[in-house]
Structure formats: structure tokens, C-alpha cells
């Protein structure tokens, strides 16, 4: 009677682990240490720390960035972000290379998740650093295709993110997705602006992902619970 009471119980938790590994989810911050990414440039590594579980950057120098390892091509990038402060500039570098020459740049598409008070729209937003592709790929509330020389066609996104549906001072939802030549991101389960990238010649298919954290005393952010299904 014993066997078949726990034999069930058993059949039910294998099927939770392999669900959970079919899944493909692996987290990438171990909530103790850095181990597992760089900064750029590496002389602004001390404004980034790991506190309580969670990854602080100080905006106490230069702009810079926290950057993951591995390069990705197609990916699913989750976490939670929250603004410290009062005002700041964050966001999440996807597909991105270094710059030569410029130790605190890098040349990829860029998802602004922290933006306050600068520029319309930009809260949500595709941009893409070191370029000469325009302002900005498809500011909030945007889904852009982009043909293959470069002209954009914009539509509205029904129900789309917008800053009231940001929680300022407490923590926020974000999944980027990257898939092909399709780029779109979610900020508290509401798509934010969405890119699909037909510009062949200026497209990047692969690179590295990370976190920005601009210049400033008064810039403090902190990110937790970082995974990606690869």
C-alpha cells in the first residue's frame, strides 16, 4: 500500500524536473559573485558590486558596462531591475561587440530600460550604439521593420508599455527576446517596442549581452534573478 501511495508522488516530481529542464532556462548570475562576466572599460569595475543576492552599479566615474562571457546569437534574456535612485540611465546591451579604440563603448542594439526625463519615448525603446542608423530603432510603443536599405516602416503596439506601468523605486520584470532578425523586449508583461532587422549589410546576428550604467554620483541601479534560455 506504501508503493502505491509514494510511487505517484515520484512519477510527479520526475515530471517537475524535467519539465523545468526542458524548459532550457539556466541562470548566469550566482547571486555571490561576478564570476562569469567583465566590465568595459575594466577601470570601472569598482562601481559595480554584488549586494544581498543582487548586482548594484554605482555611476560614481565613467559609463560602463557589465557584460556576460558568452557570445548569443538567439536568446531569451530575463531579469529584474530597479532604479535606486532618484534619476539615472540604465539599459541592456544585446548583440553587442567592442568598439577598437574606445574602451567604454560598444556597437550593438541597445533595449533603454531607465531612462527618466530624457528624450520622448525613450523609456522602452530600441537603440543602437556606435552607428549610423538614426537616433533610434523604434522608440516606445513602436514595432519598426526595417527593409534592406534601410527605410523604416512604424507601427502603433496595441497596449503597449508606457513609464506609469514602471514601478519607481521597487523592482520591475524585463524578458528580452532575440530571435533571427526579430528584437523585442517586455517590461512588466508589457511589450515595450519591438524591431525586425532586414537591413542585412548593418544586422547583427550574434554578440554579447550586458548591462549599461551611465556616469553621475547620484546613478545607483541593481539587477537579480538573471537567466537566459539559450
Request: glycine share 12%; with cysteine; hydrophobic share 35%.
Amino acid at each position: 500500500m506504501k508503493f502505491i501511495f509514494i510511487f505517484p508522488l515520484v512519477v510527479a516530481i520526475c515530471g517537475f524536473i524535467n519539465a523545468y529542464a526542458e524548459d532550457g532556462v539556466e541562470s548566469i548570475f550566482d547571486g555571490k559573485t561576478l564570476d562569469g562576466w567583465n566590465c568595459r572599460p575594466s577601470s570601472q569595475l569598482k562601481n559595480w558590486s554584488v549586494e544581498k543576492g543582487q548586482i548594484i552599479g554605482r555611476g560614481k566615474g565613467q559609463e560602463s558596462y557589465l557584460m556576460f562571457n558568452d557570445q548569443l546569437g538567439d536568446f531569451e534574456l530575463r531579469f529584474s531591475y530597479k532604479l535606486i535612485s532618484d534619476e539615472g540611465n540604465t539599459g541592456v546591451e544585446v548583440r553587442s561587440h567592442p568598439v577598437k579604440g574606445k574602451a567604454s563603448r560598444l556597437h550593438g542594439y541597445h533595449a533603454d530600460i531607465g531612462h527618466i526625463g530624457i528624450g520622448d519615448k525613450v523609456l522602452g525603446a530600441w537603440d543602437f550604439h556606435e552607428n549610423n542608423r538614426g537616433d533610434y530603432l523604434a522608440k516606445r510603443g513602436h514595432k519598426v521593420t526595417i527593409n534592406e536599405n534601410g527605410k523604416k516602416e512604424i507601427e502603433e503596439i496595441d497596449n503597449a508599455f508606457e513609464p506609469s506601468d514602471a514601478k519607481a523605486g521597487d523592482w520591475n520584470k524585463v524578458v528580452v527576446y532575440a530571435k533571427g532578425n526579430r528584437l523585442w523586449f517586455t517590461i512588466n508583461g508589457k511589450i515595450a517596442s519591438e524591431v525586425i532587422d532586414n537591413e542585412k549589410a548593418k544586422r547583427l546576428d550574434k554578440g554579447y549581452i550586458g548591462f549599461q550604467l551611465h556616469g553621475g554620483d547620484k546613478m545607483v541601479v541593481a539587477f537579480k534573478d538573471i537567466s537566459v534560455k539559450r
